[in-house]
C-alpha cells in the first residue's frame, strides 16, 4: 500500500471535522500536520477545534494558527450550517495540556514540505488563505508539495452564491493564486460532492456505534441534513480525503481551471473549460465529479464505527 504523508488545512467545521476523523483512521495517510483557517467559524474556533479532535482520537498531531480572515474580503463565517462553536452545537473537550504553539501555519507548512523533500501532499478543506500565504511567502514551496487536493469550487453550479461554492467564494484572490501556482491540484468541488451523502438512517447508523465519535459525527450534521429537504447531508471535505487515500472510488477529468476574483455575482467561481467548446491553454487540475456512492458511505461508515472511546 502507497503511503501519502498529507497535512490538512482545515476550519474545522462539521464536515472538517468528519473528515480528519476519517484521515486519522485510514491507514493509506499519515498526518503530518494539521493547520487551521478561520472560515466556518473563526480562527480561535477552529484552531481549538482541531485541538479537541486531537483529544478525542487520542493523538497529538501538532496543530497551527494561520490566518484570521481572507486576502481582500472580510470573512464570513457558516454559522448557519456548523454553529456557533462549528460542531454544530455539539460540546468537545479540549486536550488537559497542549503546546502553545506559536509558529505560524504558513511557516510551518513549509518547513515539513521541506522535510518531506517533495513527498508531501496537502489536503486543504477550507479557504485557501493559508495555503496561498505559504505559497508567496515560500516562492519554492511548489516544488516540494506533490500535490494539493482540494475541496472547493465546482464546474457547475454554487451553493454560497449561485455561482460559487463557499471555501472558493470566502477567498477567491487566495483561490486564484493557488490554481495558478503550478502544483498539481485535485479539485474535489460540488461536482462531487453534492453526490457524497448521507440520508439520516445512515448518520443513525454511525450514532448507533453508541461512541462519542458516533454522537459527534450525527449530532454535529443535524442544521445541514435540515437544509437538504430530504436529499442527505453531503459530506463535502470527506471527499478530499477519501480522494487522498482512495482515488479507485472516484472519476474525474483534467481541465483549465480559474477563479473568478472580479466577478459580481460570479465573484469566486471556478470557471471550468470542460464542458466549453473553447478552452483555456493548459489543462491545470483535475476535476473530481463523480463518486461510487455506496461504497463512500460503507467505507466512510466503517471508518467513523472503528473508534472507541478512550475515557
Ligand atoms: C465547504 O464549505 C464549508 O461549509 C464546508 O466545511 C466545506 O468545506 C462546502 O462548500
Ligand atoms: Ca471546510
Known amino acids: 500500500m502507497d503511503k501519502h504523508f498529507v497535512w490538512l488545512d482545515c476550519d474545522t467545521g462539521t464536515d472538517d471535522a468528519a473528515a480528519i476523523l476519517c484521515a486519522n483512521g485510514l ?88 522535510r518531506y523533500e517533495g513527498a508531501l501532499e496537502l489536503i486543504a478543506t477550507g479557504p485557501l488563505t493559508n495555503v496561498a500565504t505559504a505559497l508567496v511567502k515560500y516562492p519554492d514551496l511548489k516544488k516540494y508539495l506533490a500535490r494539493i487536493v482540494i475541496m472547493g469550487g465546482s464546474a457547475g453550479a454554487g451553493n454560497r452564491t449561485p455561482a460559487a461554492e463557499y471555501n472558493i467564494y470566502a477567498d477567491p484572490d487566495a483561490a486564484s493564486a493557488v490554481f495558478q501556482a503550478g502544483i498539481p491540484l485535485v479539485m474535489c468541488g460540488l461536482d462531487v460532492t453534492m453526490k457524497a451523502y448521507f440520508m439520516e438512517e445512515d448518520l443513525l447508523a454511525v450514532k448507533a456505534g453508541g461512541t462519542t465519535v458516533g454522537r459527534l459525527f450525527h449530532d454535529s450534521l443535524q442544521a445541514p441534513l435540515q437544509t437538504q429537504h430530504g436529499t442527505g447531508v453531503k459530506l463535502h471535505d470527506v471527499v478530499a480525503v477519501m480522494y487522498a487515500a482512495r482515488p479507485d472510488m472516484f472519476d474525474g477529468k483534467m481541465a483549465g481551471v480559474r477563479v473568478e476574483t472580479r466577478g459580481g455575482c460570479t465573484n469566486g467561481k471556478t470557471v471550468t473549460d470542460l464542458y466549453s467548446d473553447k478552452k483555456f491553454p493548459d489543462k491545470n487540475v483535475f476535476v473530481v465529479l463523480d463518486i461510487d456512492h455506496a461504497r463512500f458511505v460503507r467505507e466512510v461508515s466503517e471508518l467513523l464505527l472503528s473508534y472507541r472511546d478512550l475515557e
Open 27 to 114: 491507514p493509506e495517510l499519515e498526518i503530518v500536520g494539521i493547520s487551521a483557517v478561520a472560515g466556518n467559524v473563526e480562527l480561535e474556533k477552529t484552531y481549538r477545534n482541531a485541538l479537541r479532535l486531537n483529544r478525542l482520537m487520542g493523538t497529538d498531531y501538532p496543530v497551527y494558527q494561520g490566518a484570521e480572515k481572507p486576502w481582500r474580503k472580510e470573512l464570513e463565517t457558516g454559522y448557519r450550517y456548523h454553529g456557533e462553536n462549528g460542531l454544530g452545537g455539539v460540546e468537545l473537550p479540549l486536550p488537559e495540556r497542549y503546546p502553545e504553539v506559536t509558529e505560524k501555519a504558513w511557516d510551518a507548512l513549509y518547513r515539513a514540505a521541506v
